[in-house]
């Protein structure tokens, strides 16, 4: 069997945390593995959506091994990543937030990878990569 490359590696990441969420699973497994990927779930561990997570290097583009706390309703990566500016983030959050207390976006700008509260209080814009709530 050929291993095709993962054309999307956050999307990959989302979709597998979601479906393993959906099943009540304690942890899961996501290959493979980008620095992005890697601040995406920094940030959403510093939310406490996700507990502890590790890298583990398999010589195949590697692996994460991430600890469910069982919080993520829904989340996905946003295709294409939409620019946004400082003040432009509540469209996004109608369109992807069910309510605007509830989840957040993930931004990736200039100082890194962070939710969009945070590039708020910043003053910050970017590019939209992900969400989860």
Same mark, same amino acid.
């Given at each position: 069997?050929? =291993?095709?490359?993962?054309?999307?590696?956050?999307?990959?990441?989302?979709?597998?945390?979601?479906?393993?969420?959906?099943?009540?699973?304690?942890?899961?497994?996501?290959?493979?593995?980008?620095?992005?990927?890697?601040?995406?779930?920094?940030?959403?561990?510093?939310?406490?959506?996700?507990?502890?997570?590790?890298?583990? =290097? =398999?010589?195949?583009?590697?692996?994460?091994?991430?600890?469910?706390?069982?919080?993520?309703?829904?989340?996905?990566?946003?295709?294409?990543?939409?620019?946004?500016?400082?003040?432009?983030?509540?469209?996004?959050?109608?369109?992807?937030?069910?309510?605007?207390?509830?989840?957040?976006?993930?931004?990736?700008?200039?100082?890194?990878?962070?939710?969009?509260?945070?590039?708020?209080?910043?003053?910050?814009?970017?590019?939209?990569?992900?969400?989860?709530?």
């Amino acid at each position: 069997m050929i =291993d095709m490359p993962t054309t999307n590696i956050l999307a990959n990441m989302f979709v597998t945390l979601y479906n393993t969420e959906a099943r009540r699973k304690g942890d899961c497994v996501v290959l493979p593995t980008s620095k992005l990927a890697t601040d995406v779930l920094k940030t959403l561990q510093n939310h406490s959506y996700i507990g502890e997570f590790e890298h583990v =290097d =398999d010589k195949k583009g590697g692996k994460f091994k991430i600890q469910l706390l069982a919080k993520i309703t829904k989340c996905g990566a946003i295709t294409p990543r939409f620019k946004v500016k400082k003040d432009g983030y509540a469209k996004w959050e109608q369109q992807y937030l069910p309510s605007y207390s509830r989840g957040m976006l993930i931004v990736t700008t200039n100082q890194g990878v962070m939710s969009h509260h945070e590039a708020i209080k910043k003053g910050l814009g970017g590019l939209l990569i992900g969400f989860v709530y």
